[in-house]
């Protein structure tokens, strides 16, 4: 079973500043890993697949890299609206897997 | 555009079964251009694939759940439903019925419903 681990687990940043969040799993997933958005009391939003797809209607400041066990996700000048918890998920094998979760907040 | 919406009780005492029924509109649960999944969310933690189901009727389950687990389609209704038995306290989440894309494999989640809570008490 593979493990995906997110970090950091809290990021503290200001508006206009980049931010860069770290998923890593525990062996290869080739690049079969996804980023979801969740904003306070709302569901998941897709923003990357496949490391670095971004998803219909996701803005070009969230961007994703990365293949085998270590992705990032981008987010190239923050918004007060990107305050969430970021959480990556492999679709490389079975069973499904997401990561524990980086909250951002926006100071 | 695909919407989902989950439905079922909120309360759920041990050792019952946990039945939810998610409506989608915009697609058919029939549709062989989609997979129709579960993911439960304790609250304050993070996401848990429960499992997923096809047009075909097939069925994939999370191991940690697949004794308990079973998810069914009403192509009349273009409904999907999960019956989760024997629960307990650590069933207490909010359930999410979200629908994948046949490109990824069913395996990247598109389409969301705003989720529901069900606890587990008696």
């Known amino acids: 079973e593979i493990v995906l681990t997110q970090s950091p687990a809290t990021l503290s940043l200001s508006p206009g500043e980049r931010a860069t969040l770290s998923c890593r799993a525990s062996q290869s997933i080739n690049r079969y890993l996804a980023w979801y958005q969740q904003r306070p009391g709302q569901a998941p939003r897709l923003l990357i697949y496949?490391?670095?797809n971004r998803a219909t209607g996701i803005p070009a400041r969230f961007s994703g890299s990365g293949s085998g066990t270590d992705f990032t996700l981008t987010i190239s000048s923050l918004e007060p609206e990107d305050s969430a918890v970021y959480y990556c998920?492999?679709?490389?094998?079975?069973?499904?897997?997401f990561g524990q979760g980086t909250r951002l907040e926006i100071k | 555009q695909v919407q989902l919406q989950e439905s079922g009780p909120g309360l759920v005492r041990p050792s019952q079964t946990l039945s939810l029924t998610c409506s989608v509109s915009g697609a058919s649960v029939s549709s062989t251009s989609y997979y129709w999944t579960w993911i439960r969310q304790p609250a304050g933690k993070g996401l848990e694939y429960i499992g997923r189901i096809y047009a075909s009727g097939s069925t994939s389950y999370n191991p940690s759940l697949n004794s308990r687990v079973r998810m069914s389609l009403d192509t009349s209704r273009d409904q999907f439903s999960l019956d989760l038995s024997s629960v307990t306290d650590a069933d207490t989440a909010v359930y999410y019925c979200?629908?994948?894309?046949?490109?990824?494999?069913?395996?990247?989640?598109?389409?969301w419903g705003q989720g529901t809570l069900v606890t587990v008490s008696s």
């Open positions: 496949d490391a670095s």
């Open positions: 979200a629908g994948g894309s046949a490109y990824t494999g069913g395996n990247v989640f598109d389409y």
């Open positions: 998920q492999q679709r490389n094998s079975w069973p499904l897997a």
